[in-house]
């Protein structure tokens, strides 16, 4: 065993011995230099660029293992890529074990900040901005890890995203913490991953502030075990502005959260008001599809100890069907909570299992709305319940998410 200790302690001293460190400083030839530097770091290495602007025409590549790729402060290593003509995203990591901090990216072609495959990606103290505020020309992401293992999304900002500023999609072991989301479409989204918390963020004047969401035909489906908690999901307000056929343009204005079709949800600790749709809403994916293993129905969701002030003021009922039928249903007295109630047929008929029910506790003075769909589906029947204390139950708490 100690002769094991010292050959993996001389392999670590090496690896920091032949590492090298690059500083990089504004040139017209920044496109070349920083590319090129990507290029060539190895393990260990890292990259620094220097206070200042540089500018790029083209997309910046990363596919180098277990390097530090930095700037020199949020507000002032500046990666402008507003004369970008070729490359789908600003950066792209394909790589493992890489750091990126302290830069920021602005008005890229594409996405900002594009993952894939990553295990291990660490996102820290970064900016990915549209500058010309809220258009559907702007990148669909600002930070946009896919398909990858242990991510951390941590003090960074996303604003401006005309799909989602801060995405994590097709992921397991997630944290995404102290991160402001603002003026995008969906501020904040979790979509068809396992394990996420998702804590201490800022999600306002967004469409919809923070979405948990499962969809079909994806490898990678069935979401599970997502924690959201000490989050404010406050003041969404921006027009959807996603362009036609995203899903996420869907999404009405003044939404602050959005749980579908995902299972082991829990909310907690959370202040969401201020949006004028709907502060909270529990629902099934309601558009048909042929992927015959996707599960549409959220289950096992907890929604607890949140605090809820003003929401539901100004519906935005031209946009999707969601705060339409709710408006409808609830004749303008738009609740804090709402749940659509569809469930596959067997447990309309004869109840769910006591695992899978919706639990809603302890949320203060929060008002709620549920609908019943066999009575929604026959004439003389009110479908509307409004009585919250039938979902009153005991909490059992998520597994906190630690990354490797």
């Known amino acids: 065993m100690q002769n094991l200790f010292f050959i993996f302690s001389c392999a670590l001293l090496s690896f920091a011995l032949n590492a090298k460190h690059v500083f990089l400083s504004p040139s017209v030839n920044s496109q070349e230099e920083i590319q090129e530097a990507l290029i060539d770091l190895e393990p260990g290495d890292i990259l620094t660029l220097e206070q200042g ?6 997309g910046l590549s990363l596919d180098v293992d277990n390097v530090i790729f930095e700037g020199s402060g949020i507000n002032n290593t500046i990666l402008n890529f507003g004369d970008q003509i070729s490359g789908a995203q600003g950066l792209l990591v394909t790589s493992d074990g890489v750091t990126l901090r302290d830069f920021a990216i602005l008005d890229a072609k594409g996405d900002a900040i594009k993952v894939i495959g990553a295990d291990g990606i660490s996102m820290i103290r970064l900016r990915t901005e549209w500058t010309g505020g809220p258009k559907e020309t702007n990148g669909a992401y600002g930070f946009y890890p896919v398909e990858s293992k242990d991510v951390l999304i941590d003090g ?22 102290n991160s402001v989301a603002q003026y995008n479409v969906a501020g904040i989204e979790i979509e068809n991953s396992y394990y996420a918390d998702v804590f201490d963020n800022l999600a306002s004047h967004n469409t919809g502030g923070i979405l948990v969401f499962d969809l079909p035909d994806l490898p990678q489906q069935g979401g599970h075990h997502v924690r959201v908690f000490r989050n404010k999901a406050i003041n969404n307000d921006t027009d959807n502005f996603a362009p036609e056929g995203n899903i996420v ?26 949006n004028g749709t709907v502060n909270l809403s529990i629902v099934t994916y309601g558009y048909d599809t042929d992927d015959e293993n996707y599960n549409p ?10 605090r809820f002030g003003d929401g539901g003021f100004d519906p935005d009922v031209g946009t999707g069907e969601l705060a339409a039928i709710l408006f409808d249903l609830s004749e ?8 659509d109630g569809i469930l596959p047929m ?30 929604y589906m026959l004439p003389f029947f009110d479908p509307v319940e409004r009585d919250i204390s039938k979902y009153d139950g005991e909490i059992k708490p998520l597994p906190e998410v630690i990354l490797n």
């Open 297 to 306: 129905h959220p289950k096992s969701i907890q929604i607890h100890n949140n």
């Open 249 to 274: 343009g869907e999404v009405p204005r003044g939404t602050g959260i959005i749980i579908q079709a995902n299972s082991d949800v829990e909310v907690f600790d959370n202040d969401i008001y201020g």
């Open 346 to 375: 067997n447990q309309m008929l004869f109840g769910q299992p006591d695992e899978e029910r919706l639990i809603i506790s302890n949320n203060g003075e929060a008002t709620f709305l549920t609908i019943n769909p066999i009575k």
């Open 53 to 58: 602007e540089y500018f790029f025409e083209d």
């Open 156 to 177: 960074c900002v996303a604003i401006g995203a005309s799909d989602a500023g801060i995405y994590v999609g097709q992921s397991r072991n997630i944290i995404v913490k």
């Open 332 to 339: 303008g007295d738009m609740p804090d909570i709402f749940w």
